[in-house]
C-alpha cells in the first residue's frame, strides 16, 4: 500500500512533528494530505490496509484516553492537566507536577531496551531543570503484550538504573548516559526518587469502557449519551488544546474540561464515527432511539437533513421505511398514529416531485394544505390518521410551521433530528434528541 503513498506518509509524519503528537491532528492529516483513502473509510482502508497505522493511532488513541482519565480523576476541581509539555501529559496537583509518558505497545514484550530511551529523556530533563527537582515526578506508564514480570516492582536501584536504562550501544559507541550528562551517584538517587514506573498499564479497551463509565456517573446519563454525546465532546476540547502553540494554553483545569464537555448539545467530531464505524454508530443510534417493541402512540416529528448526495428516489425509500416503522392505522388500534416529517435542505421543486412519487405509488399523505392556494393549516396535518382515511405520512413542508404544529396537539410530542453540521431546528419546549449523521443515506439504518 504505502508504494503508491509513500512520500505523503513522509509528509505526514514531519507535519505531525509541527503539531502536538495527538491523534485528532494524525487523523486530519490523512484527511487532508489523502484524502482519496480518508474519503472511501478510514477505518476501512487505512486501518485494515496497514496494521502500523492501525497500531500507532491506536497508540495516540491510548494517550488521549489517558489524558481524559486523569483530568477526570483528579480530586480537586482547580487542579490542571496539560497536554505535550515535559511529557505527553503534565499533572498539577497543589504546586506538584507529575510528568507522565505513556506508552502502548499491544504487540510488544516488554523489555527494559523498550522504555530505556524514554528513561534517558527524563534524565536530560532532570538535569536540565535542576530547579524542579523537589517538586517534579517522573512517571512512565505503559501497557505491553508480555514480559511485564521483568520489572517486578518500582524499587529500582542506582546501578539496575545505570545498567538497564542509561548504559547502550549505537552504532558501535558504547554511552553511558549518565557520565554523559556529568550526574553523580547522589543526583541519581534524587532522580530514581522522583521516577515511577508502571509497565502494567489499562490495556485499551478497558481504558476505554472507564471513561465512558466514569462520565455516565459524572452526568447522570445512559451509557449511549455518555458515549456518543460526552465522550466525543472530549474530542474537540482536546485537539483545541492540542494544537496551541502556547504551552501555556496546553493546560486546562478540571473544572473548566467539565464544564466545557457539558452539553448533550453534542461537539461532534466527525472523524470519531469512522473510527468507530458507521455501521456501529447507526447500530447505537437505533438502539438508543429506535429499537421498541410495542411502539407508544406519540407524536414523532423526524426532521432530516439531505445532502447533495442523496437522489429523490432515496429519500422517497427513506420516507416509506419510516412510514412503515412508525405507524399503526390498523381497525383494532386505539389511537392510531403515523409520523411527521420535514424534509430540510432540499428545494421545493423536489419535494413537490417527492410527493407526487409518494402520491404515484399509493401512499396517501397530508400536508396541510387542503386546496390549491389554501394557508397552512395545522388543524388539517394534525388530524388523526386510521384504517378507513390511510394516512401514511404528515408532511411539513416548511420549518416555521412545526412550532403550530406542536402546539396544536396534545399528546406526548418527541422530536428526531437528523443533521450534518449544525442542528438547523431549536425546540427548548418539547423532547429532542440531535443525530449527527454523515450522510442522509445513513439515516435509513437508524430508524
Not at 516488554?110 to 530547579?131: G, Q, T
Request: glycine letters at 4%; proline letters at 3%; one cysteine or more.
Amino acid at each position: 500500500m504505502w508504494s503508491n503513498y509513500g512520500w505523503r506518509v513522509d509528509l505526514i509524519w514531519n507535519l505531525k512533528g509541527r503539531f502536538s503528537s495527538s491523534l485528532l491532528n494524525f487523523v486530519y492529516l490523512w484527511r487532508i494530505i489523502c484524502p482519496e483513502i480518508y474519503d472511501n473509510g478510514f477505518r476501512e482502508n487505512i486501518m485494515s490496509q496497514d496494521r502500523t497505522a492501525v497500531d500507532t493511532i491506536t497508540g495516540y488513541y491510548y494517550q488521549f484516553n489517558f489524558y481524559t482519565l486523569k483530568l477526570l480523576s483528579l480530586e480537586n476541581l482547580d487542579d490542571t492537566v496539560c497536554i505535550e509539555a515535559i511529557e505527553d501529559v503534565d499533572i498539577h496537583i497543589q504546586g506538584e507536577i507529575t510528568a507522565v509518558q505513556c506508552k502502548y505497545y499491544a504487540k510488544t514484550e516488554y523489555n527494559h531496551s523498550v522504555i530505556a530511551p524514554a528513561i534517558r529523556l527524563m534524565l536530560s530533563h532532570f538535569k536540565e531543570n535542576p530547579w524542579t527537582r523537589n517538586t517534579l515526578t517522573y512517571k512512565l506508564y505503559g501497557y505491553f503484550k508480555t514480559g511485564q514480570e521483568k520489572l517486578r516492582d518500582n524499587s529500582i536501584s542506582i546501578e539496575f538504573l545505570k545498567a538497564k536504562f542509561l548504559s547502550y550501544t549505537k552504532s558501535g559507541v558504547k554511552h553511558k548516559h549518565h557520565i554523559e550528562l556529568g550526574l553523580s551517584d547522589a543526583e541519581l538517587q534524587q532522580f530514581v526518587n522522583h521516577l515511577y514506573i508502571d509497565v502494567n498499564a489499562t490495556e485499551f479497551g478497558t481504558q476505554e469502557k472507564e471513561i465512558i463509565t466514569t462520565l455516565k456517573s459524572m452526568f447522570h446519563c445512559n451509557l449511549f449519551e455518555a458515549e456518543y454525546y460526552y465522550y466525543n465532546n472530549t474530542l474537540r476540547v482536546i485537539k483545541q488544546l492540542a494544537t496551541e502553540q502556547d504551552i501555556a494554553k496546553r493546560s486546562i483545569s478540571k473544572r473548566n474540561f467539565l464544564s466545557a464537555i457539558n452539553q448533550k448539545q453534542p461537539l461532534f467530531e466527525s472523524w470519531y464515527m469512522e473510527y468507530r464505524g458507521i455501521a456501529e454508530y447507526c447500530r447505537a443510534v437505533k438502539q438508543e432511539y429506535f429499537s421498541q417493541i410495542n411502539i407508544s402512540p406519540y407524536a414523532r416529528f423526524i426532521l432530516i437533513e439531505c445532502d447533495d448526495q442523496i437522489s429523490k428516489q432515496q429519500i422517497k425509500s427513506l420516507l416509506l421505511k419510516i412510514s412503515k416503522n412508525w405507524s399503526k392505522l390498523s381497525k383494532n388500534e386505539v389511537k392510531p398514529f403515523c409520523p411527521y416529517v420535514y424534509l430540510h435542505g432540499i428545494p421545493e421543486p423536489e419535494v413537490i416531485e417527492i410527493k407526487q412519487a409518494l402520491q404515484n405509488d399509493g401512499v396517501y399523505f397530508v400536508d396541510g394544505y387542503d386546496f390549491k392556494g389554501a394557508a397552512f393549516s395545522p388543524k388539517s396535518i394534525t388530524r388523526r390518521p386510521s384504517a378507513h382515511n390511510e394516512i401514511k405520512l404528515k408532511f411539513i413542508t416548511d420549518i416555521h410551521q412545526i412550532s403550530d404544529i406542536l402546539n396544536s396537539i396534545s399528546t406526548i410530542r418527541i422530536i428526531y433530528q437528523f443533521y450534518l453540521e449544525v442542528p438547523f431546528y431549536e425546540n427548548d419546549q418539547y423532547e429532542m434528541h440531535t443525530i449527527k449523521i454523515q450522510e442522509t443515506q445513513n439515516i435509513e439504518k437508524m430508524v
